[in-house]
């Protein structure tokens, strides 16, 4: 199988991240970091449902098994109530870099979440460095810092049987491996797994992990998807998501059977959207061969 690409949307996301399958309401869960925008797309009737919060920019967003929301957003963890919109701050964090902010986020099979932050970018890819950190939420509220110093956070994923987790810093140019301990969330024994190549590959974001615990990769600047195989260390397939929204910016598993890919990316510079600018959409792939695991939520 070789994945078919098709634009679901022209959402015109500014940095579209962080898609999240809720499997309970078959929605997606989304987030346009610069309009600081919780977005929920109903793929059934293609209704969204739009947040807008009160913060500069929100780098992730994941379901609450008590209900609403949880968010890591500039310098914040905080609790959403999906139906009014009113956040709650739980805890502050990176505050000794004011100009950085919380980027990609996801939830460990235990119900902790996990988010990182960056320096501010004035353009893609050049952050103030140094400036990031990888945190977790824990389940009590507390929030412990596990990585620094790190350019820019990105995708994070952790295999079925839960021992293992990757993490990408995203100018380190790799996918890490850290030996994981579901029970007190530590990750230790870092290695590289797969290293990119820049020119031909461009900057690794978001990814997502599947069923058979390869990783897939949302490639920024190049338009791709790359499934990487972490134990071989091999590229598995590259997959061409878009010549023109190149900013390719992560990935999950969704629909019903848990074997569509979406994935989310971000505009490219221009004062007016022309015909056929389909940056910052929102596109699926099919007929991948590969499923995901249900996405996990925060049980805090
Ligand atoms: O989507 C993200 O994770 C960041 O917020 C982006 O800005 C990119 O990662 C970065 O620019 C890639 O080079
Ligand atoms: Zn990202």
């Not at 389940?139 to 021992?163: C, F, M, Q, R």
């Not at 599947?210 to 949302?218: F, K, Q």
Request: proline share 4%; net charge negative; with cysteine.
């Amino acid at each position: 199988m070789t994945g078919k690409v098709t634009i679901v949307r022209e959402f015109d996301c500014s940095l579209g991240e962080g898609p999240h399958w809720d499997d309970v309401s078959q929605t997606l869960l989304f987030v346009d970091i610069n309009k600081a925008a919780v977005h929920r797309w109903n793929p059934a009737n293609n209704q969204m449902k739009s947040i807008y919060l009160p913060d500069s920019t929100v780098g992730a967003v994941v379901p609450r098994e008590k209900g609403g929301l949880v968010i890591a957003a500039a310098h914040r963890f905080a609790f959403v109530d999906e139906e009014t919109g009113a956040t709650e701050t739980i805890k502050e964090a990176n505050l000794e870099f004011p100009q950085s902010r919380f980027n990609d986020g996801k939830c460990d099979p235990a119900g902790r979440f996990w988010a990182g932050t960056m320096g501010n970018e004035k353009e893609p890819g050049k952050p103030r460095r140094n400036e990031g950190a990888l945190y977790c939420l824990q389940k009590d509220k507390s929030v412990t810092k596990h990585v620094a110093p790190v350019d820019i956070s990105n995708g994070l994923s952790w295999t079925a049987d839960k021992t293992v987790m990757y993490y990408c810093d995203s100018l380190r140019f790799c996918i890490d491996a850290y030996d994981y301990n579901i029970a007190n969330g530590e990750m230790t024994n870092q290695r590289v797994v797969y290293k990119f190549n820049r020119e031909e590959e461009g900057v690794p974001d978001g990814h997502c992990i599947d069923a058979d615990d390869n990783i897939w990769v949302a490639m920024f600047f190049t338009g791709q998807v790359i499934k990487i195989d972490p134990r071989a260390g091999k590229k598995l397939q590259t997959i061409k998501v878009s010549d023109v929204a190149v900013k390719t910016t992560s990935v999950c598993f969704g629909g019903r059977n848990l074997d569509e890919m979406y994935v989310t990316s971000a505009r490219n510079p221009s004062v007016n959207k022309v015909d056929g600018d389909t940056s910052g959409g929102l596109f699926k792939i099919t007929e991948l061969g590969a499923k995901g695991l249900q996405a996990n939520i925060y049980e805090g």
